[in-house]
Structure formats: C-alpha cells, structure tokens
C-alpha cells in the first residue's frame, strides 16, 4: 500500500506535502526500501526512472527518491 502524501523532513521540501508514486526496493540505491516522489516543481533529479528502470512516470526533474526515514506519512488527503 502506497500512502498517497508525504512529507519530507529536511532540505527545501521540508513540510511540503508531495505525492508519493512508489514505495519499494530501488537497488539502483542500496538495500531496503525507498520513496519516489512526484514533485509539483522541477526540483528534482530524476522523471521516476533510475538506470533505465521505470518506477513511476513523473515529468523530468519533477521526481526524486528518498530514505523512508525522512518521510512522514499524512492521514488521507489531509495538506495534500
């Protein structure tokens, strides 16, 4: 189940609800699970694609991927 909001602590998106597109493994980034997030503005590094695997489709530098330990999760549609 993929939580449809999320905020992310630190750096300029802090507290800014984003939607979260995938929340899984990427081991194009290491072990464990991670977030991929679409973003509202262009300030991200990726379209939700890593090393040619598409993991959700996002418009260029509108996507990052991010540790779980920095998202935080939002009841519903509460701020998004």
């Known amino acids: ?3 449809p909001c999320a905020c992310l602590s630190g ?3 802090c507290g800014v609800p984003q939607t979260v597109r995938y929340w899984g ?3 194009e980034l290491g072990d464990g699970d991670w977030v991929g997030v679409d973003l509202e503005n262009p300030v991200g590094d990726s379209d939700g694609s890593i090393s040619g695997h598409i993991y959700f ?3 260029p530098n509108h996507a ?3 540790s779980p330990s920095v998202v935080t999760v939002r009841a519903g549609d509460a701020g998004c």
């Open 57 to 59: 489709d996002a418009k």
């Open 1 to 3: 189940h993929i939580p």
């Open 11 to 13: 750096g300029p998106l």
């Open 64 to 66: 990052i991927f991010v």
């Open 25 to 27: 493994p990427v081991p």
